[in-house]
């Protein structure tokens, strides 16, 4: 009788080559096999965690226009009332970024001011790692706080994998584990489909042939075989899913995503969770890689603004493809930055290293607005913002309120939560 | 997983001696070469089955080739790659050596010192140190363990690899010092916070300047010092010393030596581990201990059949090395890295987790994509590899070799109708594919080392 390939696509994961993959199940497995649903006792909720690297200029991203302290510290990079998106009296969004400001009407964008923490780090690594760690100073954290919480929830046998990196950079250190494994996924765009996905059958069944079972490993008394066929069964039904997923995708109209690197990312981003394979956690990253990225010491203005117009344009992108599957209740997506930038502008058209900054949140349950009150610029903390609010309360809340996990086994502190979503 | 023979732990640890009911067969011989190796060709399964058990251990333990002629030429394109900060090009060296070298149970203890010492490059940022590192771990994989500790303290790479490049007198390191402990010897739960300080403060003095190990005597602070219950005067010396005198510390590598070479499953009792750990402590010779497991009734027993998880270099590694293989090991070392093991960069101090944490959804079918590029990349001797030529005689029927390649890789471990399935559905597609009967071939040995059968070692 001849079998049917299930199916036959093409994926990246982790490798930079797109192969053809077919099911290695055989036809016990195959038959059995069972798609991914969420599982019962998580809830389904979905953060979105976006590294700005390099340092975002935070005052130029959200501008206090009425501030004269701000137009006399920026000479140069000030940016004009009359061409930013105003929030209200008082804010306007960088005028490259018409985009936040729709959002942010719309309610679906809430700007957290001032977030930092004490005796900030001024160098990259050092603030990144501190932001990566949740554990501030010190240097020998061995794991991130996503990391902490991949392996405070994973459980092979019951759990999947809580949290992916999608991306073509390194995978970040928040991400890191003591025990699981985080996988990173390039990119899902490319995926070559030889059939369609409605010729995949179940197999017919069969009566087994008589053999002697003597021969073959049984799973029955064999645990570590039947948690790989269980592992083995869901990475393939996963697979399927996401096949689907990319095919539905090609037919329906799809949401235009404007041709940024980080739009792509985005765009996988939307795949993997519309795919439902319980995965609450993506990582991602914008702006790593050297030139071109936040940390703008010198001529500013414009790479800035071509940065936030792709951040920007990107999020709203995304925005509309998770609304228009109503996913949009379900997903918050986070930005966070190692530090701010110095308010006074250095004499290279560009600003330095600073402290305190404005983190956004992105989705469909958020209280929406502005939290905190926006930083001094005169009381300074070195020549950047002082912060308000911990980075540890918005992680923490996150962990606690949105996902459900506990966050003083992962922080190893409890923390005031942060009031921005909906129903806390 | 419990059998009832084993109860009795002299029995367990004495040679293995097949029986009806313990055949040497090819599924003993290929267990064997897993554990003991990475996986066999087909030809050496054959020759391992012809010599039964005990002399097939003989020529893992002491291969006829010429051992040190090998590693001394690996070690002269490992030093020409050991430089700057990254460890990627050592990495690919290393994974040659995996795939070429005629010991391959040293390799694989290697990698077993590797995991336990954990030293990471992410934190030691120079290859030329991790290159020393590893070699010292080489030297005396299956060797001493009193020398490789002594040596680990004697290597720079240990103290910046664990942020204690500088034993201040004022400042004594203490997560150095718990490292030490709970790592490299007495392990979790056998020492107290009284000795994390005496050790952290009998290394103080040690500093690593431009990547040399310095002993400054004003900053060391000497003086009494109580560690495990005994006072003293403590140097890193006698220090070490100490540590090597406590059973726990032979009992705690006896228990890592078991869940490498026999089961991640269900870990046993002490008692069971005993008399390894009593054998052990005596002179900490690794290399007796390690024979002593591969020549028992407990590695032949189902205890420890399939009874660990391949990590991804032991996936990888198995898989090239069983079809009498090579590949480019550059590209080999990022996509094992992707699935979890980056050689020279172990996650934290307990080394890779292993066991269940090397499986989820991700990379399974990481695993699937990986065997496609070895399979479709992988050349013989001759030019480019052929899966008819790795699995045997050159006068069987072609219809013949996808069976071949099963008894290969799985040696019977799958059930029938699985592989029935498996092998009509891969020579199809693969012949739809591109028409050419190697495709199908590769389709079909891709599938079958994608099996869950397959994870398991």
């Known amino acids: 009788m001849p079998i049917r390939r299930r199916d036959f696509l093409k994926i990246s994961l982790g490798g930079s080559t797109l192969l053809a993959l077919s099911s290695p199940l055989g036809e016990s497995l195959s038959q059995s096999a069972e798609p991914p649903a969420p599982q019962r006792h998580d809830r389904d909720t979905v953060l979105v965690l976006l590294q700005l690297s390099g340092g975002n200029d935070g005052l130029n991203t959200v501008v206090p226009f009425e501030d004269d302290l701000y137009h006399r510290s920026r000479p140069t990079l000030r940016l004009a009332a009359q061409r930013l998106h105003k929030l209200d009296a008082q804010l306007g969004f960088h005028p490259d970024a018409p985009a936040f400001g729709r959002l942010y009407h719309e309610g679906q964008l809430s700007v957290l001011q001032g977030v930092g923490y004490p005796d900030s780090d001024r160098n990259h690594d050092g603030a990144m790692r501190d932001w990566h760690t949740a554990r501030p100073g010190l240097a020998l954290c061995p794991t991130g706080w996503v990391g902490g919480a991949i392996d405070h929830v994973y459980d092979a046998a019951d759990r999947d994998l809580p949290a992916v990196f999608v991306g073509s950079t390194p995978t970040p250190f928040n991400l890191q584990t003591e025990k699981a494994v985080v996988p990173a996924i390039r990119s899902l765009s490319d995926w070559g489909l030889a059939q369609s996905t409605a010729d995949a059958r179940p197999l017919p069944s069969r009566k087994r042939p008589a053999r002697s079972a003597a021969a073959a490993l049984p799973s029955q008394t064999h645990p570590l075989l039947a948690l790989a066929q269980h592992i083995t069964r869901r990475a393939w039904a996963s697979a399927a899913r996401l096949e689907a997923v990319v095919a539905e995708g090609r037919r329906a109209n799809p949401v235009e995503y404007p041709p940024f690197g980080l739009a792509g990312t985005l765009q996988t981003v939307a795949q993997l969770i519309r795919a439902n394979l319980g995965i609450r956690i993506f990582a991602a990253e914008f702006g790593g890689g050297g030139i071109g990225g936040f940390d703008t010491h010198a001529n500013q203005a414009a790479n800035h603004g071509a940065l936030l117009r792709q951040l920007s344009e990107s999020i709203v992108a995304f925005v509309a493809d998770l609304r228009r599957d109503r996913l949009l209740d379900r997903v918050l997506l986070v930005t966070f930055s190692e530090f701010g930038r110095t308010v006074a502008e250095n004499g290279r058209r560009g600003t330095d290293h600073g402290a305190a900054a404005p983190l956004f949140l992105v989705g ?31 992680y923490a809340t996150l962990l606690d309120h949105w996902l459900g996990f506990d966050s003083l086994a992962i922080l190893g502190e409890r923390f005031e939560p942060v009031d921005f979503l909906e129903s806390i | 997983m419990s059998w009832e023979p084993l109860a009795d732990p002299a029995w367990a640890w004495a040679p293995f001696e097949p029986s009806a009911a313990q055949p040497w067969d090819l599924r003993q011989a290929g267990h064997l070469y897993r554990r003991a190796a990475f996986g066999a060709t087909r030809a050496q399964l054959d020759q391992a089955l012809a010599a039964g058990p005990q002399r097939a251990i003989d020529a893992l333990l002491e291969p006829a080739a010429d051992v040190a002629a090998f590693n001394r030429s690996a070690d002269t394109y490992e030093a020409a790659a050991a430089s700057g900060a990254s460890t990627h090009e050592l990495r690919a060296w290393w994974l040659r050596r995996m795939i070429e070298t005629p010991h391959p149970l040293l390799e694989r203890m290697t990698l077993f010192w590797h995991g336990h010492f954990a030293l990471s490059n992410a934190r030691v940022r120079s290859a030329q140190l991790m290159a020393d590192h590893v070699q010292l771990l080489r030297r005396h994989a299956l060797g001493s363990f009193r020398e490789m500790f002594e040596g680990v ?63 400054l005597e004003r900053e060391h602070d000497s003086g009494p010092n ?26 705690r590598l006896v228990r890592q030596l078991y869940r490498w070479l026999i089961a991640e499953e269900d870990p046993p009792a002490d008692a069971f581990l005993e008399p390894l750990a009593v054998e052990l402590a005596r002179d900490y010779q690794i290399g007796r201990v390690v024979e002593t497991m591969l020549r028992s009734n407990a590695f032949f027993s189902p205890l420890a059949y399939r009874q660990r998880v391949k990590s991804p270099v032991e996936f990888a590694i198995g898989l090239v090395r069983s079809l009498g293989a090579t590949v480019g090991t550059t590209q080999l070392g990022a996509a094992l890295a992707d699935l979890g093991q980056d050689l020279y960069q172990p996650p934290t101090v307990a080394g890779w987790a292993g066991h269940r944490y090397w499986l989820n959804r991700f990379t399974v079918l990481g695993r699937v994509q990986l065997a496609h590029t070895l399979l479709a990349t992988s050349k013989g001797p ?9 699995v045997g005689p050159q006068d069987r029927p072609t219809a013949a070799v996808p069976q071949l390649l099963a008894d290969l890789f799985l040696e019977g471990d799958l059930a029938e109708a699985s592989q029935q399935a498996l092998l009509a559905g891969a020579m199809s597609a693969g012949a739809d594919a591109a028409q050419r009967q190697p495709d199908g071939l590769i389709e079909c040995a891709a599938r079958l080392v994608a099996t869950p059968e397959y994870q398991l070692s």
Do not use: C, M
């Open chain 2, 382 to 390: 001759n030019g480019p590899w052929d899966a008819a030529l790795a």
């Open chain 2, 226 to 251: 109580r560690l495990l219950g005994r006072a003293g005067d403590w140097d890193a010396r006698q220090v070490a010393q100490a540590l090597l005198q406590q059973p726990a510390t032979a009992r």
């Open chain 2, 153 to 215: 303290l004697a290597d720079p790479a240990v103290y910046l690899g664990l942020g204690a490049q500088a034993n201040r007198r004022a400042r004594p390191n203490l997560p150095f010092a718990r490292t030490l402990l709970e790592q490299f010897t007495l392990g979790a739960g056998q020492f107290t916070d009284q000795d994390i300080q005496a050790v952290a403060r009998a290394f103080t003095g040690w500093f690593v300047f431009q990547q040399d190990l310095r002993y």
């Open chain 1, 364 to 394: 469909g349950k958020l209280k929406g607005g502005l939290i905190g009150s926006h930083p001094s610029l005169s009381d300074l903390d070195g020549g950047g913002l002082k912060f308000q609010t911990d980075f540890r309360r918005v």
